[in-house]
Each structure stands twice: as structure tokens, then as C-alpha cells.
């Protein structure tokens, strides 16, 4: 049995913004991780530094440009190590609906619950991003 975090939220930006927030390194830093390196393409790995401590890799697991991205974790914590994240994006009247999922998680302990509130604050970060332009420095974000 494994187990899935879930988030979806509306952006009101076009999708093509949002992939490019969630996909390429210079916007990924502006929300979520310290440093980061990877392109968009099928097979292709993401390096996702957050620290020397938290140097975490991945590889683009599933990809339709604009509309998905799903990253296959290769280096993290053990906990992380069996996941998959990723973005379902869908343009509707008031932007852009965003379904979020991070799946195979092997037991809902504290870093399981911990990632879902810290990936629903770093979404909302990912709203204001896009929305009103805001930049969290790294150091302050939760």
C-alpha cells in the first residue's frame, strides 16, 4: 500500500507560465528550491539543491509541455526516494487549475504529513509568484 498527497489550487495565470514555474530552474528557485538544474524533457534529470545536506535528484517522469510535468525521485531521503510529484495543469476561466499530487509515499508518518503542509505552503508561495510577482527569499520559506 502506498499513499498520496494532494493539492489543487486555481492560478490566474495562463498554463503556460505555470509550467514554466513548475519546470525550469530560474523560476523554481524563485519559489521552492535554493539551486536547481534540469530541462523539461522526458528522462531528463533535475538536480533539486536546498541545502548541502538536502541535494536531492529526480528525473522527468511524465511530460506534456503546458499541460504536466511528474518527477520520479532518484536521491532524497529514504522517504522520498520511492515518490513522484507532480503538476496537472488545465486552463479554465480563471486561469489555471492546478492538480497537484505527490504519490508512493510507504507510510503517512510525520515526514508524510510534514511534506503535504509544506508543500501546500510552497504552492500558495507558487500562486504569489505567478499572481503578484512576490519572491520569498529562501531562508524564509517554510
Not at 495562463?14 to 523554481?28: G, I, N, W
Not at 522517504?79 to 487549475?97: A, K, R, V
Not at 509515499?105 to 500558495?124: G, P, R, V, Y
Request: charged share 25%; proline share 3%; aromatic share 14%.
Amino acid at each position: 500500500m502506498s499513499f498520496t498527497i494532494y493539492h489543487n489550487l486555481v492560478i490566474n495565470v495562463p498554463s503556460e507560465q505555470v509550467f514554466d514555474a513548475v519546470s525550469k530552474p530560474e523560476h523554481l528557485n524563485n519559489w521552492w528550491t535554493l539551486k536547481s538544474s534540469g530541462k523539461a524533457e522526458l528522462g531528463q534529470e533535475y538536480n533539486l539543491n536546498f541545502t548541502d545536506t538536502y541535494d536531492w535528484y529526480c528525473e522527468v517522469s511524465e511530460l506534456k509541455h503546458n499541460a504536466s510535468i511528474h518527477f520520479k525521485m532518484t536521491r532524497s531521503d529514504t522517504d522520498w526516494d520511492p515518490t513522484t510529484f507532480g503538476f496537472d495543469l488545465e486552463e479554465t476561466e480563471h486561469g489555471t487549475s492546478v492538480k497537484f499530487s505527490h504519490a508512493n509515499w510507504q507510510e503517512t508518518n510525520d515526514h508524510f504529513k510534514i511534506a503535504s503542509f509544506c508543500w501546500a505552503m510552497l504552492l500558495n508561495g507558487l500562486k504569489n509568484y505567478l499572481e503578484k510577482g512576490i519572491i520569498i527569499p529562501f531562508e524564509d520559506r517554510n
